[in-house]
Structure formats: structure tokens, C-alpha cells
């Protein structure tokens, strides 16, 4: 069944608006929550750089992305978790928004 039709479903089971509002708010609850538990992961393994290199992850990938800092292979690495965290944030605060 694809996302659209198990949304229709919802629709259909429950037809009272405030009802299914519960149900997505639930929904939106686990996966932000899920999420966030997922970012805390980022956090520590950036972390882990950030004490090695002695650097904050911020510096370092603007560093990293203007070429100044070489081709260590922790530094792609290091990069890819900054941009997945990055990313991992900015899903979180819109499904904040829309909870």
C-alpha cells in the first residue's frame, strides 16, 4: 500500500477530524522522537572529531569545504556526519512546525 492510500485510510477510519489529529500527532511525536534520539547520536560522534582535531564541527567544514584542510580521510568522514546532522535538524523543526 503506498503512503497516499494508508493516508486515505486514516481519513476514512476516522472521520472525526479531532480523532485523527490525535493519531498524526501521535505519529509525529514517535518520529521526531526517533529522530532526535538519532541526532544525539550525531551529536556524540561529532563530538568524538571535535575533541581529536580540536576543532568545533561548524569551523571545521567551512574549512573543509573551501579546500583548506586536505584529504584526510576522517575529514570526509567528519564532513558527511556534519552534513547528516545538519540535515537530520532541519527535518526535526519542520516536523516540530507541523506537530
Known sequence: MTASRELDVLVETYSDETAL???LDKLLDVVI???RARLARYDRELRD????YEMESAAFYRHFEA???GDVA???EWA???EMRQELAAKI???ELAA
Open 49 to 52: 572529531f571535535e575533541k581529536r
Open 74 to 76: 576522517d575529514y570526509f
Open 33 to 35: 522522537e526517533q529522530y
Open 21 to 23: 489529529d490525535q493519531v
Open 67 to 69: 579546500g583548506e584542510l
Open 80 to 82: 558527511g556526519l556534519y
Open 93 to 95: 523543526r519542520r516536523l
